[in-house]
C-alpha cells in the first residue's frame, strides 16, 4: 500500500511503539492520527480506548475530519503485572479493554471506511501471545485474543481489507 497523504489510525500513538510507527508513517508521507489517552505529537484524538464507545466515537471524528481512514495500526497495549488474585480486577479488566476491546473497537468504526478504499488493518500483539507466563494473565489473555481476533478478520475480510 502507499501510505503517501493516506490517513492511517495508530492506537497507543502517544508513546512506546505507537509513537514510533507515527513518527515513520509522518517520515514516509502519510497522515497519521495516533488515538490515546495522552496528547501525541501532530494529529491526534485523546481518547481512552477501554470504553469502546469513546473509542468508535473518536475514530468518527477522524473519518469527518479527514474524509477517510486508509488504515489502522492497532498499538495500544497496557499491563498490570501480578499473580490474578493480587492484581484488582477493575484493573484487570481494563488491561482487557484497552488491548482487546479498543482494538476491536477502532477497526469495526474504521471499517466501512477500510472497505471503501480497499485499506489496511495492522495489529500488534505480543510474544506473550504465544507463549504463556505467570503474572500476566491478563495481558496474556488479550493479546491471545488479539492474534485469534486477527486471523478471523483476516479470513472475513479476504479480499476486501488486507490484514497483518
Given at each position: 500500500?502507499?501510505?503517501?497523504?493516506?490517513?492511517?489510525?495508530?492506537?497507543?500513538?502517544?508513546?512506546?511503539?505507537?509513537?514510533?510507527?507515527?513518527?515513520?508513517?509522518?517520515?514516509?508521507?502519510?497522515?497519521?492520527?495516533?488515538?490515546?489517552?495522552?496528547?501525541?505529537?501532530?494529529?491526534?484524538?485523546?481518547?481512552?480506548?477501554?470504553?469502546?464507545?469513546?473509542?468508535?466515537?473518536?475514530?468518527?471524528?477522524?473519518?469527518?475530519?479527514?474524509?477517510?481512514?486508509?488504515?489502522?495500526?492497532?498499538?495500544?497495549?497496557?499491563?498490570?503485572?501480578?499473580?490474578?488474585?493480587?492484581?484488582?480486577?477493575?484493573?484487570?479488566?481494563?488491561?482487557?479493554?484497552?488491548?482487546?476491546?479498543?482494538?476491536?473497537?477502532?477497526?469495526?468504526?474504521?471499517?466501512?471506511?477500510?472497505?471503501?478504499?480497499?485499506?489496511?488493518?495492522?495489529?500488534?500483539?505480543?510474544?506473550?501471545?504465544?507463549?504463556?507466563?505467570?503474572?500476566?494473565?491478563?495481558?496474556?489473555?488479550?493479546?491471545?485474543?488479539?492474534?485469534?481476533?486477527?486471523?478471523?478478520?483476516?479470513?472475513?475480510l479476504a479480499g476486501q481489507v488486507g490484514v497483518t
Amino acid at each position: 500500500m502507499d501510505i503517501q497523504d493516506r490517513t492511517v489510525v495508530v492506537t497507543g500513538g502517544a508513546g512506546g511503539l505507537g509513537a514510533a510507527v507515527v513518527a515513520a508513517l509522518a517520515k514516509a508521507g502519510a497522515r497519521p492520527v495516533a488515538l490515546d489517552v495522552r496528547p501525541a505529537e501532530g494529529g491526534h484524538e485523546v481518547v481512552d480506548l477501554a470504553d469502546s464507545a469513546a473509542a468508535m466515537a473518536a475514530v468518527e471524528r477522524v473519518l469527518a475530519s479527514r474524509g477517510g481512514i486508509d488504515a489502522v495500526v492497532t498499538c495500544a497495549g497496557i499491563d498490570t503485572p501480578g499473580a490474578l488474585d493480587a492484581v484488582p480486577f477493575d484493573a484487570w479488566e481494563r488491561i482487557v479493554a484497552v488491548n482487546l476491546i479498543g482494538t476491536a473497537a477502532v477497526v469495526r468504526a474504521a471499517l466501512p471506511s477500510l472497505k471503501e478504499r480497499h485499506g489496511h488493518v495492522v495489529t500488534i500483539a505480543s510474544t506473550l501471545a504465544h507463549k504463556a507466563v505467570g503474572d500476566a494473565t491478563a495481558y496474556c489473555a488479550s493479546k491471545f485474543g488479539v492474534v485469534g481476533f486477527t486471523r478471523a478478520l483476516t479470513a472475513e475480510l479476504a479480499g476486501q481489507v488486507g490484514v497483518t
